[in-house]
């Protein structure tokens, strides 16, 4: 089972922490949105097609022998120990650690805070970050490149940049992989790579740091079973998010879906507009998922068996409920003695995603006044957490760092659908209660900064009312 790690010291600034030589680095930050992008490895035309990966291409087969090549490393380099410690510095919190060691409720001032029993970094992302820290010590002298955001936090990800760790390049929506050198290292993010950057990055012959979550590469090895069996795979995620794109390059055949929503539309279509009518013509079915689906997707072949599959930080409840639904459509189709036979699925809900959710559903019925949720903006599994707080009425703040916060008391944040708003006095008069969370990438750290934000607010709250 995944669980959730955290220290317990105050942490240096990772904006101030001086590293030693060998990690020591320089770079201003640039937030980067994620992008479903194509590769190129700088030996042919950027516009040819990538490589030779048709109907007959074992991903897995592939997959299984490049990870027992020599320049394969997922396991680190011997450094683990120094390497945590210096993490625990830069992402730790006194603040949080007093919360646990209070049955996580305590007060400070006119502000008492209930913490989330499972909230922040998690075991795979923990192991994400720490591995990219071994990378950079292991390799002083490399250049080092990252073909993604390691994990959707824009503080971790702007360290790793100050290590000068680069990210791939991307032109006309193309990762530019012909500035990897043979001498570099590349590294592989959380979400994972897919199998198309895989492949080229092995004809490079270069040095790989694998970083991805064991968790993905569970659902990687589901679907493959899918397209083994024949069975097309429904994946519930957000079809331009890194982890789905991997994913769905070791799938056969694929539909993503977004929300309950749209898996209702493919439901209803297969039962011929019979379910709830939402569903149209096949010419609306692929406009509606032309992004969405596998090349060459044939509605007519193509959803007759079907198997679950999942982006492992989405809501858990509804990848169960869009479970069900799929599997009474197919009953109701084809006939419950015959489902077996068209419907299959399997549990690939990450641990830590479902523990953090089922931490805010408790927090929720608490008596608070307000939530603060801390995150990446891009960050899914966190969006989620907010989603959780609307749905319940509770007014909710889904921010990335404590810099939403102020001049006074104000505050910039998302909504879980992704809308920016900008409030004034958040923060109501006289005493109050918060919830706080933070998603899987969140370092204590940050959720510790924000904190410091609002007793401040207040502190200065009481001093002009003295």
């Known amino acids: 089972m995944a669980v959730a790690l955290q220290f317990g010291r105050l942490c240096v600034r990772p904006d101030t922490f001086v590293l030693e030589n060998h990690l020591s680095g320089g770079g201003s930050f640039r937030p980067r949105r994620p992008l479903s992008v194509r590769c190129s490895s700088g030996n042919e035309d950027v516009n040819a097609p990538l490589p030779p990966m048709g109907s007959d291409f074992d991903a897995k087969a592939f997959r299984k022998n490049w ?15 120094e390497t945590l410690k210096l993490m625990k510095s830069e992402y730790t919190s006194d603040i949080l650690e007093t919360l646990k060691t209070n049955g996580y409720t305590y007060s400070w001032g006119d502000v008492t805070v209930k913490l989330a029993k499972a909230y922040g970094f998690c075991l795979g992302v923990e192991r994400a970050v720490q591995i990219a820290y071994e990378a950079r010590k292991q390799f002083p002298d490399q250049r080092l490149w990252i073909t993604n955001e390691i994990i959707h936090n824009p503080t971790v990800n702007k360290r790793l940049e100050e290590m000068d760790v680069k990210m791939i390049p991307v032109e006309d929506s193309k990762k530019q992989f012909d500035v990897v050198e043979k001498d570099d290292v590349v590294i592989l993010p959380a979400f994972g790579a897919g199998v198309d950057e895989m492949f080229v990055l092995s004809d490079k012959k270069v040095q790989i740091v694998d970083t991805t979550c064991p968790w993905v590469t569970k659902v ?25 794109i991997a994913t769905a390059s070791f799938a056969g055949k694929y539909i993503i879906v977004k929300n309950m929503k749209e898996a209702n539309y493919v439901c209803d279509y297969i039962l011929g507009g019979e379910l709830d009518g939402s569903s149209s013509t096949k010419e609306d079915f692929m406009e509606k998922f032309k992004y969405a689906t596998s090349k060459g997707f044939d509605l007519d072949n193509d959803l007759i068996k079907l198997g679950i599959a999942n982006q492992t930080t989405m809501l858990k409840g509804e990848t169960e409920e869009i479970g069900k639904l799929i599997e009474r459509t197919m009953m109701r189709k084809y006939g419950v003695q015959n489902v077996n036979g068209h419907f299959i699925s399997f549990n690939t809900i990450c641990d830590a995603t479902q523990e953090r959710q089922d931490a805010i559903y408790e927090l929720v019925e608490e008596k608070i006044d307000l939530m603060l949720v801390v995150g990446g903006w891009n960050s899914s599994n966190t969006s989620h957490l907010q989603e959780i707080s609307e749905v319940r009425g509770i007014p909710s703040y889904w921010i990335d760092s404590e810099k939403r ?35 899987a990438s969140t370092p204590d750290k940050v959720v510790e900064d924000v904190l410091l934000k609002v007793f401040n607010i207040k502190q200065e709250e009481k001093l002009q009312l003295a």
């Not at 997922?74 to 450094?79: N, S, T, V, Y």
């Not at 990687?220 to 789905?244: C, D, F, L, Q, R």
């Not at 006074?408 to 109501?428: C, R, S, T, W």
């Open 67 to 81: 990870t027992r090549s020599e320049n394969y490393n997922r396991k680190g380099f011997g450094h683990k120990e």
């Open 220 to 244: 990687w090895n589901m679907v493959e079973k899918h397209k083994k069996g024949e069975y097309t795979s429904i994946i519930h995620g957000k079809y331009n998010h890194e982890e789905t």
């Open 405 to 439: 916060i102020g001049p006074g008391n104000k505050i910039a944040y998302k909504l879980h659908y992704g809308e920016l708003v900008n409030k004034k006095d958040f923060l109501p008069k006289g005493p109050i209660t918060i919830g706080v969370t933070s998603g």
